[in-house]
């Protein structure tokens, strides 16, 4: 058949299977058991429309902006899971919120006592008694103003405290850092010093005693002749017949002309220590009351230096500063609970405060107390004075941050072995309650060395973490402790960084190293 003749034979049958597409009926013929169906010209000849449109090609800008964009939430996510899941995490304050309460003279009579107790402040659109009386109107409106605690951690609580580590190469930023025996010697605060000041500047040992009775680790001293020291802690033969403490709780008496030697340490790990261009020297005033400043300031670094005081005089500290940066205290008061503070004299410790820019203060206690708690009711009745004691260094500093680190795992023996005190993970999970509702944070030791058995692992450790009464940290176990927490704060510095749009993130530059990186999960981030 030639070529024309096949094209009229195939345009024909198209034509034919057309007209009975047309023509046949939609639901098709039943023939007996056969059903035959035939498909609608329509659908034949129709053309199928993809649903999805073609995607608009993006400017390499755009690109980029939405790559930066995961890459900022990829962080924003990691540094989430860090505060609820790392162990050396921060438990940050918990946030408060007022509650205002709209309730009728009725409902309010009706109220119990200890829910009327939750009311901080009540305004009466009438009169305060009104509710009282029996003559009053029981539809008569009130309002109740009240604090809630919520159950969301504020996890900008530190930002004033960045905020003032930013800007502390032009003005001077001082840390205190009281404990127990646990930071004797200067350790852990001696790490976290160099830390701080090799990162936001600052140097020097910070405040000193006026007579040396722990050798510290970081500073030599030596005092000629020796005064009569006492102290806020310890046994009563410790205290004196006042409250005239200083900000380190304790006051040393000079009769006379005293000579008080500082030499600072030459040891490589704390360089930034050695060096100091202020000398202050906290007494009385002349008229024997309150805090005296003596303030002493040189053109070049000292490492090394005399300070001569003419008694009669109650010395309170000798600070080794430089005039900008960071200085951080350490303040250790073996056998203390830290329940100490509010017992000492306003006058003598508040100016302190007032004028050294006191923006983060670490509280470290709890040790001394765990071999005794053996119930419930005695750790609910240690955490509340501990809520008292940092109510008190709110007022006294309120622009100060307040971080309370908990007890580490502490060991006794128990049946033949050592074992952690059965009562401390409780007392540790109640301390972090407490502290956070009243408006400090807290540090987790006792999670961040592991939980139980912790301390004998840290024992048992080569080279030795802890030492041998199951207590204490050896001089690298408390490096590595002031290491931890540091890298914790700095996380929290970070973000806080970004947040404000100081530091930016960057997307990785390709290159042959790259090439194999595995973006899958991780995000590169780069910070400037």
């Given at each position: 058949m030639k070529l024309f003749k096949t094209l009229i034979f195939i345009f024909a049958l198209f034509v034919l299977l057309a007209c009975i597409s047309l023509y046949f009926p939609k639901d098709g013929l039943q023939l007996g058991f056969v059903h035959l169906s035939f498909p609608d010209l329509r659908e034949v000849l129709s053309f199928k429309i993809d649903d999805n449109p073609i995607e608009e090609e993006l400017s390499p800008e755009e690109i980029q902006r939405q790559e930066l964009e995961a890459l900022k939430q990829a962080q924003d996510s990691t540094f989430m899971d860090f505060c609820m899941?790392?162990?050396?995490?921060?438990?940050?304050?918990?946030?408060?919120?007022?509650?205002?309460?709209?309730?009728?003279?009725?409902?309010?009579?009706?109220?119990?006592?200890?829910?009327?107790?939750l009311c901080d402040s009540i305004k009466m659109i009438i009169d305060s008694t009104a509710c009282l009386k029996n003559d009053a109107n029981p539809d008569t409106l009130w309002l109740s103003y009240r604090d809630s605690i919520t159950q969301e951690h504020d996890l900008t609580y530190f930002d004033g405290f960045f905020e003032a580590l930013d800007s502390a190469r032009h003005k001077h930023v001082r840390i205190l850092h009281y404990g127990d025996s646990q930071i004797e010697e200067d350790r852990i605060t001696s790490g976290l010093r160099e830390h701080f000041q090799a990162q936001f500047g600052g140097g020097g040992p910070g405040m000193m005693p006026a007579q040396r009775w722990i050798s510290k680790l970081t500073c030599y001293q030596s005092t000629s002749p020796e005064l009569t020291y006492y102290v806020a802690y310890g046994t009563t033969t410790m205290h004196a017949h006042h409250n005239g403490y200083g900000p380190m709780a304790t006051v040393a008496q000079a009769y006379g002309n005293v000579r008080i030697y500082f030499s600072t340490s030459k040891n490589e790990k704390f360089q930034h220590v050695r060096n100091f261009d202020r000398v202050t020297v906290l007494r009385n005033n002349p008229d024997g009351s309150g805090l005296h400043y003596c303030v002493h300031e040189y053109d070049s670094l000292l490492n090394k230096v005399t300070v001569t005081v003419d008694g009669p005089a109650n010395i309170y500290g000798i600070l080794l500063d430089q005039k900008t940066g960071v200085s951080m205290d350490n303040v250790p008061m073996r056998g203390s609970s830290g329940n100490i503070f509010t017992r000492i004299t306003r006058n003598t410790i508040e100016p302190f405060f007032k004028h050294e820019n006191v923006r983060l203060i670490i509280l470290q206690y709890g040790g001394n107390s765990v071999p005794g708690l053996r119930t419930e009711k005695s750790l609910h009745n240690f955490c509340k004075e501990i809520q008292r004691q940092i109510r008190f260094f709110q007022q006294l500093a309120p622009e100060a941050k307040i971080l309370y680190i908990g007890p580490s795992d502490m060991s006794t023996r128990i049946g033949g072995e050592m074992r952690t005190y059965p009562l401390l993970p409780r007392f540790v999970e109640l301390l972090d309650q407490y502290v956070t509702e009243c408006g400090a944070s807290f540090w987790n030791l006792f999670e961040v060395m592991g939980g139980s058995g912790s301390m004998v692992r840290w024992v048992a450790a080569r080279p030795q973490l802890a030492g041998e009464d199951y207590v204490h940290f050896t001089h690298m176990g408390a490096e590595h402790v002031s290491d931890l927490l540091y890298e914790t704060i700095d996380t929290y510095y970070q973000n806080y960084k970004l947040r404000n749009g100081d530091i930016t993130l960057e997307l990785p530059t390709a290159n042959e190293d790259s090439l194999n990186y595995n973006t899958s999960d991780d995000y590169p981030v780069l910070l400037h």
């Open positions: 899941n790392s162990p050396i995490r921060i438990s940050m304050p918990l946030k408060h919120q007022c509650i205002v309460d709209t309730l009728t003279c009725g409902q309010y009579t009706e109220l119990s006592d200890s829910i009327k107790g």
